[in-house]
């Protein structure tokens, strides 16, 4: 029998199902033709007992019966009509996540405006150095090297690349939350201080710190939209980051454009004025739920 036949017939024991559709998935190239549902097989027993056992970890006993509900909904989503574990309002609220999947908490729409702000920086951080270059060049006498220019420009982007790898160690030390914290200082003080700079090398020392922050930060805002999101509007959601980040670059240009007829301070303003998003980035971060 061939390795998809198995996992078929696999899929059809353990959900006691006659018939299951063939995904999109190329049984080719994903060895286990399926994303396995990490709840699936357990017993109600031995269920109840590991979420017993999160919720005394984490200080959650007095939520024991609700997590438990939500572990038995999760482990069987077709089935969960058929549970008289789960009240008729655990019930309505599933349905309402197919039949309504726009009427969400507050709160998922406060995370996710935090997070469209934090994409939106990331792209005004990035234009701000396009009106800047028609000035600074000349301000520390290196307009005729176009090469330094280029670095000074690419800084960011830069140690970006190699700050997007420290990410994972990040988030598993600070959490979701706590990184987009720290990230966001990176946003406020290195931007900021770029006004501050009285030589080339100050600009591009402050530009490496502001990529230190962006490589992480652009690795961990999909993930923690994704992570708060249900999963009917989670694609939707998670796509806007793009959709932010090119918003950022809209508003960095206009502010640019403000900024141009101030004269030789004209730079100064263009780098530093992207700090002011970052802001409320690092004061209501903290008001979002944590994953």
Not at 18 to 38: F, G
Not at 267 to 287: E, K, N
Request: charged share 15%; aromatic share 14%; hydrophobic share 45%.
């Amino acid at each position: 029998m061939s390795r998809a036949s198995d996992v078929e017939g696999d899929v059809k024991s353990k959900l006691d199902i006659s018939h299951v559709e063939h995904s999109n998935a190329d049984y080719t190239r994903n060895i286990d033709a399926r994303v396995r549902n990490p709840l699936l097989g357990i017993s109600k027993s031995d269920l109840r007992v590991q979420v017993a056992g999160f919720c005394h970890e984490f200080g959650f006993q007095d939520k024991e019966d609700v997590f438990f509900r939500g572990a038995l909904a999760a482990q069987n989503p077709e089935t969960y009509e058929s549970f008289g574990e789960l009240t008729e309002d655990d019930k309505n609220v599933l349905r309402r996540e197919v039949t309504h999947k726009w009427h969400l908490p507050r709160d998922l729409y406060w995370s996710i405006a935090l997070c469209s702000l934090g994409s939106a920086i990331q792209g005004w951080d990035n234009t701000g150095a396009n009106g800047a270059n028609l000035s600074f060049p000349q301000e520390f006498g290196i307009e005729n090297n176009q090469a330094l220019v280029g670095v000074i420009n690419a800084g960011p982007t830069l140690f970006g690349l190699l700050s997007a790898w420290a990410a994972d160690p990040i988030n598993n030390r600070l959490g979701r939350r706590g990184t987009i914290f720290l990230t966001g200082l990176f946003c406020v003080f290195p931007v900021l201080a770029q006004s501050f700079t009285q030589n080339w090398w100050g600009l591009l020392i402050c530009r490496f710190f502001m990529g230190l922050g962006m490589g992480v930060k652009i690795s961990t805002i999909p993930v923690y939209s994704a992570e708060v999101a249900p999963a009917a509007v989670r694609g939707g959601i998670v796509t806007s980051f793009q959709l932010w980040v090119a918003f950022g670059i809209f508003v960095g240009f206009c502010s640019n454009l403000v900024w141009y007829r101030v004269g030789k301070l004209a730079w100064r303003f263009q780098l530093g004025a992207a700090f002011a998003p970052a802001i409320p980035v690092l004061i209501f971060i903290w008001f979002c739920p944590g994953t």
